[in-house]
T-cell receptor
Framework: DSGVTQTPKHLITATGQRVTLRCSPR?????VYWYQQSLDQGLQFLIQ???????AKGNILERFSAQQFPDLHSELNLSSLELGDSALYFC?????????????FGEGSRLTVL | AQSVTQLGSHVSVSEGALVLLRCNYS??????LFWYVQYPNQGLQLLLK??????LVKGINGFEAEFKKSETSFHLTKPSAHMSDAAEYFC???????????FGKGTRLSVIA
């Protein structure tokens, strides 16, 4: 158990809909990262928050947004969903910056868009 | 920009045989390198990391990796494969700045009895 909690574990929805994925980081970790994992693209970095503020942005679509709340949990909002958004979405956390530390991953939220 | 290439999307070895998973990186600054493992239906977990100390890095479960700057490689090895090693393995690169890790596409390791 990494200590990172993601909900829901599975989500099935239709094209055009909007969903919210939630992540609670490990106790004491200030950084939260969102990654998208798909068969063709591998593990793609979406966005990072540190103590409530956006720290880095990767290949995140404009239809996607995220935020980190004062209690440090984070939400990833996906809107106007398309078939290609079907993927496993991971949240990870770390104490501070990631590079010399360790990223702790949740078990992921599997999104299926029909 | 940094990138990682993992050679071979799928590697199959016999139980007790040597495991070798290949990773080559590209980085314009001194890299920090990582191997993560993902077991079925689980998140990724750190196996080992190189952050500019010893070039031979030992990790959990008997795995180790060697940083070779001249070859821009960070291959993962284990002398004797066990059935429980079957998983997806990801190589990742970072640096001393604040950029998030960049992951390779992963190599699925199968262990045959």
């Amino acid at each position: 158990d990494s200590g990172v909690t993601q909900t829901p574990k599975h989500l099935i929805t239709a094209t055009g809909q909007r969903v919210t994925l939630r992540c609670s980081p490990r106790s004491g970790d200030l950084s939260v990262y969102w990654y998208q994992q798909s068969l063709d693209q591998g593990l793609q970095f979406l966005i990072q928050y540190y103590n409530g503020e956006e720290r880095a942005k990767g290949n995140i679509l404009e239809r996607f947004s995220a935020q980190q709340f004062p209690d440090l949990h984070s939400e990833l909002n996906l809107s106007s969903l398309e078939l290609g958004d079907s993927a496993l979405y991971f949240c990870a956390s770390s104490v501070g910056t990631v590079n010399t530390g360790e990223l702790f991953f949740g078990e992921g939220s599997r999104l299926t868009v029909l | 920009a940094q990138s990682v290439t993992q050679l071979g999307s799928h590697v199959s070895v016999s139980e007790g045989a040597l495991v070798l998973l290949r990773c080559n990186y590209s980085s314009s600054v001194p890299p920090y390198l990582f191997w993560y493992v993902q077991y079925p239906n689980q998140g990724l977990q750190l196996l080992l990391k190189y952050t500019s100390a010893a070039t031979l890095v030992k990790g959990i479960n008997g795995f180790e990796a060697e940083f070779k700057k001249s070859e821009t490689s960070f291959h993962l090895t284990k002398p004797s494969a066990h059935m429980s090693d079957a998983a997806e393995y990801f190589c990742a690169v970072g640096n001393s700045g604040n950029t998030p890790l960049v992951f390779g596409k992963g190599t699925r390791l199968s262990v045959i009895a």
